[in-house]
């Protein structure tokens, strides 16, 4: 069984910056396909960063404001996003090859 937990969501102004962290019990390395995906109220989850085989995805909404990375050493799946908006008020989650986690808050205030 993979246990995810996410880490690194809060309260920032608008052009603020978080990161989030993915935590991954076992190795990272057995896994092609993660990504993280955000859910506001009244929303469906939808994608905002994955890494698969071929490369980095990003939902349009947010190219060249976040990255995702993965660490296979330290097990962790990672979102850096830079100049947050508004509308990227959502509950941000975790997900390894079908696996989620807990998920975390980000809000973020005009």
């Known amino acids: 069984q993979v246990l995810l937990v996410e880490s690194g969501g809060g309260l920032v102004q608008a052009g603020g910056s978080l990161r989030l962290s993915c935590e991954v019990s076992g190795s990272l390395v057995r896994y092609s396909h993660m990504g993280w995906l955000r859910q506001a109220p009244g929303e469906e989850r939808n994608l905002v960063a994955g890494?698969?085989?071929?490369?980095?995805i990003y939902a349009d909404s947010v190219k060249g404001r976040f990255t995702v990375s993965r660490d296979n050493a330290k097990h962790t799946l990672d979102l850096q996003m830079n100049n947050l908006r508004p509308e990227d008020n959502a509950v941000y989650y975790c997900?390894?090859?079908?696996?989620w986690g807990p998920g975390t808050e980000v809000t973020v205030s005009s």
């Open positions: 890494i698969t085989r071929l490369g980095t």
């Open positions: 997900n390894v090859s079908g696996h």
